[in-house]
């Protein structure tokens, strides 16, 4: 059975940082690409960060660039997405996604709440 669970979520000033960790289990880690998205209140779901498997290429959405840092270490079935100096607009549902290289198979994870307030 595939889990892919998200944690590290939680209220932060602006300014602040978090970092965020997604464990994928019941799949071989290393043929997923993984991503990081995110929902906030009343929008669509957009891609955050993602980051292949084999090179381990990233790519982040212009919003986050220079600020947030995905990365991932297959021995540990983990990605993660380092979050610096967040802003109140980065406030939203962070959900982690494994996606398999080979098909069209994708698994989500149920998400993790980031809160930037002061």
């Not at 590290?8 to 990081?36: D, H, I, N």
């Not at 610096?84 to 607009?89: D, F, I, M, R, V």
């Amino acid at each position: 059975q595939v889990r892919v669970v998200e944690s590290g979520g939680g209220l932060v000033q602006p300014g602040g940082s978090l970092r965020l960790s997604c464990v994928a289990s019941g799949l071989t880690f290393s043929q997923y690409t993984m991503g990081w998205y995110r929902q906030a209140p009343g929008k669509e779901r957009e891609l955050v960060a993602v980051i292949s498997s084999g090179l381990g290429s990233e790519n982040y959405a212009d919003s986050v660039k220079g600020r947030f840092t995905i990365s991932r270490d297959n021995a540990k079935n983990t990605v993660y997405l380092q979050m610096n100096s967040l802003k109140p607009e980065d406030t939203a549902v962070y959900y982690c996604k494994a996606d398999f290289q080979r098909a069209p198979l994708e698994y989500w994870g149920q998400g993790t709440q980031v809160a930037v307030s002061s």
